[in-house]
Each structure stands twice: as C-alpha cells, then as structure tokens.
C-alpha cells in the first residue's frame, strides 16, 4: 500500500466515524483515554481545515493579480501541510500502544464438558477476579486479549476411573461503554420475563424474575439482533437493569468492531476479537503445563 493510498484509506475511515452513529450515540468526549475521542477530534480540524482550503484554492482560480496569487499559493500550501500532519496524528494514534483505564465486562460461559465445563467456568471467573481486583482500572489492557475458548485437561473431582477429561469455556471481553445513549425506537427493543434457572436462592424458579432484551434495527440494509439475559438480581427490575447494560455493552463493542475494520491494514484488529470461535489456550493440570496455542509456548 502507496503513501496515497494509505491516506485516501485514512481519510474514508475518518468521515466513516460520523456516518456509523446511527445504532447508538456515544460522547467519546469525556473518556480521556478513548482512542475515538482523538479520531474525532482530529476529524473536526480535518473538516475544518479541507473547508477553508476549498476556498482558497477557488480564490487562487479567480485572482489575477501575480502578488494575491502569490500570497494564496503560501496559504493553500500551509494549509495542504496542516492536513498532512493531521493524517500523521492519526498514523501515530493507530500504532500508539496506550493504556486504557476502564470498567470490562467479563461473560465466561462454560462449553462442552457438562458439570465439568461449569466448574471450569467457575475457576476462571475466579482467577480473572482475583487478577482484576490486583490490577485495577488497567485490568482491560490484559484481559482484552483473553477473549476465545479455554480448554482444561484435568481429573474431575466427581471421576469415578481417575480418568483425565477435557473441556472447555469461552470467555468474551467487553469495555464497559461510558456515556452512551442507546438511540433506538421502543418498538425495536423486545423485553420479555421468564423463570430464573439454575441454583439460587428461594425466588429462583418461583418468580418471572429473568429478564431477556432484545434489540432488532437495520444496519447497511441488514436485519441486526443483538441479545442480552440477566436472572443473577434479586428482582426483575435489577435484572433488566443488568440485561440493558450488557446489551448496550454489546452494541458498544459491535460499534467499536465496524470502526476497527474501517481501519484495514492500518494495524491489527485487537487479539481475540474476531476469533472468539478459536481455543487460545489449555490448561493441563497433570502435567502442571498451560499452553498459548496463539503464541504456541507453554
């Protein structure tokens, strides 16, 4: 890819950022360490600048004088070198490697494997908490990469044979959004109760306390569903609560998804965001070994 190219691919991305508000509206504004913040801002002096250009250069095609033309040739070149350092900015804050400090959400579902797989589960939750509670807001900077599914290798406790067996969880990685208002028609959002599943406390199964939203809008001339359950809150109310955070969660991270592929060969989509489907590491217990099957180290 040509210095050219690079930037015309640069400049689309820029304009993209504005045309692909229309599923949610967020205000990159207040989050300091929001990489789209610096985008759109630098967007806004990008227009800003091409305006002011556009009408120098008209000037310059009327003007006949040898010394105004002179002066707007000096203008329209300053201001052409304007816009290239602003493409230099956006260059630099695609290869930064700056630290995020934010809220993540963390959904570990157990796969195959049956109880083993929920146990398992549970184990991950567990270190990922632990791990969190040490690191604080910087936590996302090294959970972003966890996203994918996990395997263990392992003699479950309830093995009669003493056999090894094999299962798996998947884990998803979500920044937790900040100001963001999800810009949707009532009749899109579907929310409907159901009876809580699983261990818990007296309500559960007794009351229609589980909550389940789901959100249906058109996108590039596509049917979007996007889905999100909560049954963990002590009422139904906690529970959309829940439901409606994850959810726009989701659609925070479908967003920052579609930004992210504008970018093309810019710099690589964040690790384990496209290839969730793929196991990314096993743990061995017997062996005592735990594998990166993306780095292919144990």
Known sequence: MNKVELEQKIINFLHQLETNQNTLEADFSKPQDNQLAAFLKIKKKYDQISHELHEYQLLEQVETGSESKDILARDINELENKKNNLLDEVKQELISEKEIKQNVLVEIRPGVGGIEASLFARDLYRMYDKFANKKGKEVFNYLRNEAGVHRVQRIPRTAKGGEKHTSTATVVVLPEPQDIVLNIRPQDLK??????SGAGGQHVNTTDSAVKVTYTYSANGKTETVTATSQDGKSQHDNKQKALMVLKSRLFEKHRQEQEKE????????????????????YNFKDNRVTDHRLKIS
């Open 191 to 196: 929310i409907e109760t159901c009876r809580s």
């Open 263 to 282: 970018i093309g060969n810019l710099r690589s989509s964040a690790i384990g965001n496209s290839e969730r489907a793929e196991k990314i590491r096993t």
